[in-house]
């Protein structure tokens, strides 16, 4: 990033040690030293100062938000979240990548848990979609598969 005061329109203390979670004014969610992130309570406003080069992008998906916020997590399963339509099985995968990725050398202070359970990165059967939800969005201009 060129720019070294990123500005943030959301924020959370996050479940690693020492960071925040962060939605930047470009609706991108970011990771970032809780040092580092300001707030002007005067003008309403707040900012990252990433003048050591220390914000990660983590993703364009939001809902990743509340995955590495420090919440107490969610009241459902994993799989009950999936069927409710309120995760899906990308969110899920989306994450266990992060985690063995982007965020791997970060310390967890706080699990993300799923009814009492910690999240468990999906196995191909082990979560389902909603019935009848279809596999793949298909294009307006393209038929759909048989």
């Not at 580092?36 to 998906?61: C, K």
């Amino acid at each position: 990033m060129k720019n070294d005061r990123i500005p943030i329109i959301a924020a959370s203390i996050s479940r690693y040690e020492g960071m925040d979670v962060l939605i930047g004014k470009d609706e991108k969610l970011y990771i970032g030293k809780q040092e580092n992130y300001h707030t002007i309570p005067a003008e309403h406003t707040a900012y990252y100062d990433n003048s050591d080069g220390s914000l990660r992008f983590v993703s364009m998906n939001q809902k990743l938000f509340h995955f590495l916020s420090g919440s107490d997590g969610y009241v459902l399963s994993q799989e009950e979240m999936v069927r409710c339509g309120y995760l899906s099985v990308h969110d899920y995968t989306e994450f266990a990548a992060l985690q063995s990725g982007t965020l791997s050398d970060l310390v967890l202070k706080k699990p993300l848990m799923f009814d009492g359970v910690p999240f468990k990165p999906p196995e191909k059967t082990s979560i389902h979609r909603k019935k009848g939800a279809p596999k793949k969005s298909r294009g307006r201009d393209r038929p759909m598969e048989r």
